[in-house]
Nanobody
């Protein structure tokens, strides 16, 4: 069984920083792309940032220059460094990964449980 476990959310003042982590564990053969999504109250879930196995990245326009996604393939972990946070960044942040479990050729899409990020003074 494969699972993603997130950590690092919390309450921060505008202009502050937070670092989110997401570790994949279980019976894993390989991990392809990993990413972070967020969902604010009353809004649809949106892609924040994504990173390939080789390290290529993509960002939502709203976070470019402020957020940085990275990954440690040896630890099956993806990170999201969030700087210059704004109140509009407030949301539940979800980790996502395309994972091929052991003993199968299928690549499945997995989600973490979500971690709350609140930006407020």
């Amino acid at each position: 069984q494969v699972q993603l476990v997130e950590s690092g959310g919390g309450l921060v003042q505008p202009g502050g920083s937070l670092r989110l982590s997401c570790a994949a564990s279980g019976s894993i053969f390989s991990i392809n792309a990993m990413g972070w999504y967020r969902q604010a109250p009353g809004k649809q879930r949106e892609l924040v940032a994504a990173i390939t196995t080789g390290g290529s990245t993509a960002y939502a326009d709203s976070v470019k220059g402020r957020f940085t996604i990275s990954r440690d393939n040896a630890k099956n972990t993806v990170y999201l460094q969030m700087n210059s946070l704004k109140p509009e960044d407030t949301a539940v942040y979800y980790c996502n990964a395309a994972i091929r479990p052991r003993f199968t050729s299928a690549v499945n899409n997995y989600w973490g449980q979500g971690t709350q990020v609140t930006v407020s003074s």
